[in-house]
């Protein structure tokens, strides 16, 4: 390794001091046996004479003011040499060589934990649980970002020679600027070990993460072939693409069929927008007459949900479980995607707008699973009512029908004295997921509260027209969370996700399949929830089933899967209100459905609907002993 100036300049003097030392000696010699020998000389001719050249020898005395005199100057000499040393170490054991001072010139490492816990730096990202947290490394362009106290441990290492530990207030004290990256905490099951490599080169600046993995070209190979393997080049593809070779993102096309004139999704969304545009003031107006008409505006924020017939069991669930807890929701506005949904909503009395032109063509029916082509198509009605809403000036908290209120959940988000969340633009329900499509962030879709500023218009505008993305996705939701993380990036809009586990306000899915100690809390009553989303569950059927069984349910029979003009009594129109009596009960429904799902009592008695049957209450002594007696009078 090539010495820098400064070790140069220690040497030559070392290498001076050592010639001086030794000139020294040799001169302090000579002079003390001149001196010697002229003192026999004197003493000789004192004397009569003598010979001049007899030998002498030196006192001990004087022999032991000699050694004093060189250890002495061997002990300055060896100080001096060791100094050196320490200095070529310290200037030759730097953690980056100089050709990396530009962008790494030095590094520390903090608490991840800590890190992103601090409320100064909340990224609104959720934590990653289940692993033990690695530290965050903060890498330094400059001298001057190091912290004063810390620039040789930056630069150098701790004692050891291993990167030095401090706290995050430490660690950005110097920082004008702060850039970070998310890197994947363990592997998950759709994103399995990898041997991932990460660069950072000098160059243009970039807020992007390009991604290349050993892999076949995807154009000249076909499905099954498209797998990692070592032997194959890295070649570059998208971000979000899984080892197995499935790229979870893929470009929606133009043309289906262009020899049939099958339009694809591109094309079906120019169609969309333009129905959108063109209708687009005469809704805002028409809107804005609503609300004002019926006040349904509560501290400048509305509620707004979607349905078609297939999910209006569910919308009618959630208006009879707020009335009968007396929850104010005279500012929900549903927005309709067929005249029979529309007939229920009105006959709840909650404010309702059917834009037919833009929804009127979605299908009615219910999907039977996530991501099927209905729940695609429904994509559309969730993205326009709030994209409506938000450009007319109104805060929106967006939400599903599948969920229940236990209490209201617009008193967390209008609470001036929760001060760490009044400064985000959008703030989500965890989703639970931890798949790369929706990672860091695993926003939910179906449960978020959006102010109505520049920042936060803008994300659904962008949604709106990447339409053709969403529909070739089959859901919105990770197409919005891509957008929100390159919003994030842009303009610093500022995005917030209630993590699952640290905080117990928005359960929904994950904990009623996975997390039963907060499943416990509810039915029990201890929880601090305001909501139960029921996410992560297949269909209708299963939703309605799990809700009964929660306490949760307060439809009458007699309004699933009927005419809702049937139930006006003299078969009139149905009117504002006119069917709460028929529909809602004031008290909840309940009935067992599965022992191995949450439920307000034990159902100890019923089936179980997964595999593994891991009862959700633990079957009591009495319930024992009769299942036992109930088994010996069968045999």
Not at 66 to 77: F, K, N, P, V
Not at 233 to 262: M, S, Y
Not at 359 to 375: H, Q, R, S, V
Request: glycine share 6%; proline share 4%.
């Amino acid at each position: 390794m090539a010495w820098s100036y400064k070790a140069k300049s220690i040497a030559i003097l070392i290498t001076l001091i050592k010639i001086s030392a030794i000139s020294f000696y040799v001169g302090y010699i000579n002079a003390v046996n001149e001196t010697l020998n002229n003192n026999v000389s004197v003493t000789n001719n004192l004397n009569g004479g003598g010979d001049a050249d007899c030998a002498t020898s030196i006192t001990p005395s004087l022999q032991k003011r000699i050694d004093a005199r060189l250890m002495e100057a061997w002990t300055t000499m060896e100080q001096v040499d060791n100094n050196n040393s320490e200095s070529h170490n310290t200037d030759t054991g730097k953690l980056f060589p100089d050709t990396v001072k530009s962008y790494a010139a030095g590094i520390l490492s903090v608490s991840g934990k800590e890190f992103l816990s601090d409320p100064n730096y909340d990224f609104g990202v959720p934590f990653k649980h289940g692993y033990d947290y690695a530290d965050a490394l903060i890498l330094y362009n400059s001298e001057q970002a190091i912290p004063n106290s810390l620039e040789h441990e930056a630069s150098h290492g701790d004692k050891h020679g291993h990167i030095a530990k401090t706290s995050v207030s430490t660690a950005l004290s110097n920082c004008d600027a702060m850039n970070v990256i998310f890197l994947p905490l363990g592997h998950t099951q759709t994103r399995p070990p990898m041997n991932d490599c990460y660069t950072i080169v000098g160059d243009y600046e970039d807020y992007h993460i390009n991604r290349w993995f050993r892999m076949p070209n995807f154009d000249t190979t076909n499905k099954k072939e498209r797998e990692l393997k070592h032997s194959h080049p890295l070649r570059h593809f998208g971000r979000v693409t899984l080892p197995k070779g499935i790229a979870e993102f893929d470009i929606p096309e133009l043309w289906k069929n262009q020899k049939r004139g099958q339009k694809g999704f591109v094309l079906d969304h120019f169609e969309a927008m333009r129905t959108f545009l063109e209708n687009f003031d005469t809704v805002q107006k028409e809107l804005k007459q609503l609300i004002t008409k019926r006040n349904a505006v509560r501290n400048n924020t509305v509620v707004v949900m979607t349905v078609n017939i297939g999910q209006s069991e569910l919308l009618a669930n959630f208006v009879c479980a707020a009335r009968s807890r007396g929850l104010d929701i005279s500012n929900v506005v549903v927005f309709p995607t067929d005249i029979e949904s529309k007939t229920l909503a009105e006959g709840l009395g909650v404010t309702t707008y059917f834009d037919e032109k833009n929804l009127g063509a979605l299908p009615k029916g219910e999907a039977k699973m996530y991501g099927d082509p209905i729940f695609a198509s429904m994509m559309q009605a969730k993205i326009l009512c709030v994209v409506y809403m938000i450009n007319l000036g109104y805060d929106v908290l967006f939400q599903d029908v599948d969920i229940v209120w236990f209490k209201d959940p617009l008193s967390f988000f209008h609470d001036e004295s929760n001060t760490a969340i009044q400064n985000f633009d959008i703030m989500f329900q965890h989703d639970g997921s931890g798949q790369m499509r929706y990672n860091p962030l695993s926003a939910n879709s179906g449960f978020y509260y959006v102010r109505a500023n520049k920042k936060a218009q803008y994300v659904f505008t962008s949604l709106l027209y990447d339409g053709a993305f969403v529909r070739k996705c089959k859901s919105h939701q990770q197409v919005l969370v891509q957008i929100l993380l390159e919003h994030s990036s842009f303009f610093g809009t500022k995005v917030k996700v209630f993590d699952k586990v640290e905080t117990d306000m928005f359960p929904g899915g994950f904990h009623y399949h996975q997390d039963w100690d907060v499943m416990h809390d509810i039915v029990s009553g201890k929880s601090n929830a305001y909501i139960l989303h029921m996410s992560w569950t297949e269909n209708k059927d299963n939703k309605l089933k799990f809700l009964r069984q929660m306490g949760e349910w307060y439809v009458q029979d007699q309004c699933i899967g009927h005419d809702y003009l049937e139930l006006v009594e003299g078969g009139g129109q149905v009117t504002d209100g006119s069917l709460i009596n028929q529909c809602c009960s004031a008290e909840p429904i309940f009935s067992c459905h599965f022992r191995d799902k949450p439920s307000k009592e034990p159902c100890f008695n019923s089936p179980c609907i997964d595999k593994r049957c891991r009862q959700f209450w633990k079957p009591t002594d009495k319930f024992v002993a009769e299942l036992k007696a109930k088994r010996k009078a069968l045999n």
